[in-house]
């Protein structure tokens, strides 16, 4: 585990990401979220964070966008583009997004001059014009349940028509065979079933000889026999052969539709993704809202000034969270923080390191608005019990070789700087000289 790695775990980021993605309503969305990548400059977290501010001003005034409740068909357009045949179920899950884009496509436009962080962030989706004829296509052709109209095709229809038409002879037909003298002593019971798609009467079991038929199945008891009497043979030949026809029509129909898609597919493909960060910047706005968060105003000089600043996990846990004023000018490089037992140390250094990732990451934090935030290009922590047993290390000891790690990172990132723009760190140690004798202890003190 790489320091990075081993900073976000003793942070727990990943379980504030999580708290996150619990606000977004789609798995593409949700993974994002979990997956936020982190601004590398200060524009970009700038930019971020005003994403987040014009989406919550939205939101507070009721012009939230169109629920992003979406279905993630990344791979029936990858295979729709492989020439595959995409199932019903699977049009009708696109023609859902793209109803969705649309109506996207609307919001974005509508809010142009009072939201261009958040219109620039989704651009895409001012874009799919284009897709308005495969909605039109899809719709025509599929109901909202996933199944496929009568209406989609002339052909379709006809063949529809002209199978109910001989399913309805064919009930005629076994229904006077049911109520006939005929029948009455043979059969179990009075109704007729469906086999094999083939129209079949049940008769005992005892009296099957006495019906020229096939046999298409037997009960489980064996009491009763399930024939096709020999006088319903050519009518289900003909329901049959129709039902053919309607089967290889539905799948011209579904071929040419999910051509119609692959025809699209990149301009779907980039929509897709677009209301994916849209949702992710709406999971961001009303994450911050449950956390009773603000925007803050942010700064490259290494500038900390945070307002009753509060742990975001614990907000998320607790009705009453103590708050903290942390305060750390550009002439301070190092903060000491000292006090008695569960007095809340560990608590406040956890504070300053997630939020110098939150707003990287495009979040508010929950504290006084009028505070302020570095932005940090790398931020290393090195916090709670290090004991490493499976390299048999002390505690201290492995506090010791984590440091020279930082250590080393660090100058071999300000070699490798190239502009000699001064880079700012915030390094987070806890405790790193206990767990060992005072004496060794006290020659790093």
């Known amino acids: 585990m790489n320091l990075l790695e081993q900073t976000t775990q003793v942070l727990e980021w990943p379980r504030l990401l999580d708290a996150l993605a619990g606000h977004a309503r789609s798995t593409m969305g949700a993974a994002g979220c979990r997956a936020l990548e982190l601004a590398n400059d200060l524009p970009d977290a700038q930019r971020r964070q005003q994403e987040t501010t014009e989406m919550g001003q939205l939101q507070a005034s009721g012009e939230a966008p169109p629920t992003l409740a979406f279905q993630d068909i990344r791979d029936p357009l990858a295979r729709a583009t492989k020439g595959a045949v995409l199932e019903v179920h699977e049009l009708r899950d696109c ?11 609307r919001f974005v ?3 142009r001059s009072d939201a261009p ?20 296509a899809l719709d025509a052709a599929i109901h909202p349940d996933g199944s496929i109209k009568e209406s989609a095709t002339p052909e379709l229809r006809r063949l529809t028509h002209q199978v109910q038409g001989l399913k309805q002879q064919m009930r005629d037909q076994v229904n006077q065979m049911l109520h006939s003298r005929r029948y009455e002593e043979i059969l179990q019971e009075q109704y007729f079933a469906q086999r094999e798609g083939r129209y079949v009467i049940p008769v005992k079991a005892d009296m099957r000889g006495r019906v020229q038929g096939i046999v298409h199945d037997v009960s489980a008891s064996g009491a ?5 009497p020999r006088e319903l043979v050519e009518l289900n030949n003909s329901i049959k052969v129709v039902d053919l026809e309607i089967e290889r029509e539905v799948r011209r129909i579904l071929r040419e539709l999910s051509a119609c898609v692959a025809a699209q597919s990149e301009t779907v493909m980039a929509g897709l993704h677009a209301l994916a960060v849209l949702d992710g910047i709406s999971a961001r706005a009303s994450f911050g809202r449950q956390l009773k968060a603000h925007p803050v105003s942010l700064n ?4 900390v000034r945070l307002r009753h600043a509060r742990h975001p996990l614990l907000v998320l846990s607790k009705e009453q969270v103590v708050a903290n004023d942390i305060l750390l ?4 490089q190092v903060l000491v923080i000292s006090g008695p037992n569960t007095g809340g140390k560990t608590v406040t250094l956890k504070i300053v390191g997630l939020f110098a990732l939150m707003v990287r990451a495009g979040l508010h934090l929950p504290c006084d608005a009028e505070s302020e935030m570095a932005i940090f290009s790398d931020v290393y922590a090195d916090i709670g019990d290090a004991q490493d047993l499976a390299r048999d290390l002390s505690s201290f000891s492995a506090h010791m070789i984590q440091m020279i790690q930082l250590l080393d990172q660090t100058d071999r990132q300000r070699r490798n700087d190239r502009d000699g723009t001064p880079q700012q760190w915030l390094v987070l140690l806890d405790e790193p000289v206990t767990s060992t004798d005072p004496a060794e202890g006290a020659v790093l003190v």
């Open 300 to 303: 490259d000089q290494g500038r």
């Open 95 to 105: 023609a859902m997004v793209l109803e969705l884009l649309e109506e996207s496509s």
């Open 109 to 111: 436009e509508r809010h």
């Open 117 to 136: 962080a958040l219109v620039s962030a989704a651009y895409p989706l001012l874009s799919v014009g284009p897709l308005r004829s495969v909605k039109t």
């Open 224 to 228: 009763t026999v399930f024939i096709e």
């Open 329 to 332: 000018d550009e002439s301070t």
